[in-house]
């Protein structure tokens, strides 16, 4: 039995010793942080669509408010004139834009919920992606180069580099340079 045991031993840690061979742990690393950055690039995109959504919703509210307030000085006028006909038809448009308004407030609240929760979660994965970047950085030195995927590449040499907004303001700066003179 106990020959056995040890035999199971020694073929398990053969075999675990072939796949720590194999599997190329700086690979594995630098895999499993291009995933989680891309899980938090994912959560930006949700969370800005979101924020997108909750800002709609707030700005139709807003619409739905003042076309209210044209409704209610609309009323008034038929009231004034005593046209109860009128005035019923608006009354219902106004109560439907009522409850609608109400039900935009209740999605507007609901969506800025979804946002403090996605923005909490956010924060949390990235706490954890910089925590294990650091620890990457520790265990593999060499490999922390590699790991840093969110750099951005600098263009080949062949293509030309974005123009920035100094470089047209030097450029600005010099034309009225050469124009003074």
Known sequence: ???LTRLTRLVRADLNALLDRVEEPDILLAQALRDMD????????????????RERLATRRGAL??????LDDELA?????GQDDLARSLLRRRLESEQLEQLLQEREQA????????EQQLAD????LDAIRAEAELVMPDAAGDADLLAVPEPPPDRPRPIAEADIE???????????S
């Open 1 to 3: 039995m106990a020959l």
């Open 38 to 53: 891309q899980a938090v690039a994912d959560d930006e995109r949700v969370l800005a669509g979101l924020r997108r959504g």
């Open 65 to 70: 408010a003042a076309r209210r307030a044209g």
């Open 77 to 81: 006028l038929c009231l004034d004139a």
């Open 111 to 118: 969506a800025g919920v979804r946002v403090q929760a996605l």
């Open 125 to 128: 994965r990235r706490a954890r």
């Open 170 to 180: 030097i450029a600005l700066l010099a034309a009225k340079r050469r124009r003074a």
